[in-house]
């Protein structure tokens, strides 16, 4: 129940320093050549790019949350769109009850939308959004509570394989309907827009974007040192072995739903805070981020950056993003063919994905082996 191969080595001290090293480089750099270097220096990084890259990141956050059940338990959840979208309606809810008496119908309770709609008062559910740290703490725990509710009863069951995909998949698919109805109090099919400010800070202004940056770089470093001290953690190695033989660790007297139940969890609310990130760097969110689609391109992402390898999640959500953001502005209508067609790459040429075949190619080379003999000898 070690983690052996690829996974030992491509968790080890260095791959983690080269990953946090990378992320608080960029964390610092886009910010400061933003904000510092003037519009008319070729160093100078344009606002836009700045929100652009960090929706990567929170992307990559996500991804990496998804890694964490699907690459270490062998959990493919094909829902955690739903966690995501839950966080970003849980920080938009709160955005919006700060725009107060600015906005179209001046009202300083209720939200636009809803005195469009002839709401007389506001819901109890949208109570306490006025404040940030319950805000915050909504965030992770609303994806949280529906995780440990849906969990509960699928590991219970045993609900496991092809049959745990396909109830994901209808658990989002659900709560995309449900929001889209204009009484559920959520704005419907146009969803929650038109924000201000965050903390007092307006979300136009190109510093509180490139905090916006910065803050969710800092929580794709704090995700991946938590998923990586659980992966190799004794809990995380029974997460691997339940992954690879679920019958045989059951039959050894593990608790095995309760192993998969906590990661789980985890792993929704790294989704919903990924979301909450998310929300005020694009200024909307609407049920379309519940879409079952949404959450199988997550899989992609993982896919292709290497299943298993969490800063392999981290790649494929930014090398994927990147090709959706050039083609979709290039020739929008190949986009989806190539997203199929580069899964299918993946899958036959790639299986490991892009990590994991640079660290095939790796152990392939001469040196490699010369600096594994003095190891083996002394094994």
Known sequence: MLLSGDHGRLLSPLGVKVTLGVLLAVSVLVPVLNLAVPEGSSLHVPSYLVALLGKYLCFALLALSVDLVWGFCGILSLGHGAFFALGGYAMGMHLMRQIGERGVYGHSVLPDFMVFLNWQELPWYWYGFDSFPFALLMVLLVPGLLALVFGWLAFRSRVTGVYLSIITQAMTFALMLAFFRNDMGFGGNNGLTDFKDLLGFSLRSDATRAGLFAASALALALGYLLCRWIVCSKVGRVLVAIRDAESRVRFLGY????????????????????????????????????????????????????????????LGAVLVNYAKTYLTGAAPEIWLFFLGGLFIAVTVFLPRGIVGSLGGLRDRLPLSGLRQAPGEAGG
């Open 255 to 314: 608790r095995v739903e309760r192993y998969k139940l906590f990661v789980f969890v985890l792993s929704a609310m790294l989704a919903g805070l990924a979301g909450a990130l998310y929300v005020p760097q694009v200024g909307i969110i609407n049920p379309g981020e519940f879409s079952p689609a949404n959450s199988i391109e997550i899989v992609i992402w993982v896919a292709v950056g290497g299943r298993g390898y969490l800063h392999g999640a981290i």
